[in-house]
């Protein structure tokens, strides 16, 4: 996994400089082992967290079928016209990659931590995920997609208040990974400094 075309491994900040994601289409065996996924999780809960509330919860999805039917039954349900393409695509991504973990927003509306900033632990704790997985030397794809719209999806994982932030799927990238253009610092950067 030390091919020039994947992401730096050499050194963390080499890691962070260079890291892009791969395409959940091209996502292949081998995937993390059980022992490698729960160093990926784990990483996972070493975030920024205010109140620490934990407002992330993680379902490995170990039964692919079975998604693929909850997704197809769900999205059936909200719309009845859907045809057999979309139905297929929903199907295709629900087997993609041989890691695939659905990732939820469980912010705790009940708290004075406001809402936003346990929702921002949710991106911060994902990203800390993928990180994780591309340190051990696989790919991840965080993807949403049309699962996003299914109201129930989240009841189906056993989590009914919950919110999907993702589906991360993980493997071994069978093709070099793509760069893709990144923002300038100037146009992101500015400094609040003497006038
Ligand atoms: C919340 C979220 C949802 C996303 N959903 C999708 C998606 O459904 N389809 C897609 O092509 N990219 C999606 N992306 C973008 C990819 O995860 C990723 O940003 C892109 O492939 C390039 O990633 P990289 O900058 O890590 O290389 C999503 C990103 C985020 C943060």
């Known amino acids: 996994m030390s091919a020039p075309h994947l992401n730096d491994r050499s050194t963390p900040i080499r890691l962070l400089a260079t890291r892009r994601s791969g395409k959940a ?5 081998p ?22 509330l934990a407002p992330w919860r993680y379902v490995v999805i170990d039964d692919r079928d079975r998604l693929a039917d909850t ?16 139905l297929e695509a929903l199907a295709t991504a629900a087997r993609q990659a041989p890691l695939l973990i659905a990732a939820l927003s469980v912010p705790r ?13 949710m991106g ?6 993928m990180l994780a997985a591309h340190a051990l030397g696989y790919a991840g794809n965080w993807l949403t997609g049309p699962a996003t719209t299914l109201a129930d999806l989240p009841a189906e ?4 208040d919950a919110r999907l932030a993702g589906f991360i799927h ?9 760069e893709r253009p990144r923002p300038a610092l100037a146009d992101i950067v500015s400094r609040f400094g003497a006038v």
């Not at 997704?71 to 979309?86: F, H, N, T, V």
């Not at 994982?157 to 009914?160: K, L, V």
């Not at 993980?170 to 793509?178: E, R």
């Open 25 to 29: 289409r091209d996502l292949i065996a």
């Open 31 to 52: 995937g993390p082992s059980a022992d490698e996924q729960r160093q990926i999780l784990e990483a996972a809960t070493r975030v920024p967290d205010h109140g620490k």
């Open 71 to 86: 997704l197809q039954r769900l999205y059936r349900a909200q719309k009845p016209d859907s045809g057999r393409i979309e």
């Open 109 to 121: 509306p009940d708290s004075h931590i406001p809402v936003w900033e346990q929702q921002l632990s």
């Open 124 to 129: 911060a704790s994902i990203m800390a995920l």
């Open 157 to 160: 994982f056993g989590y009914p």
């Open 170 to 178: 993980i493997g071994t990238a069978s093709k070099p990974l793509d």
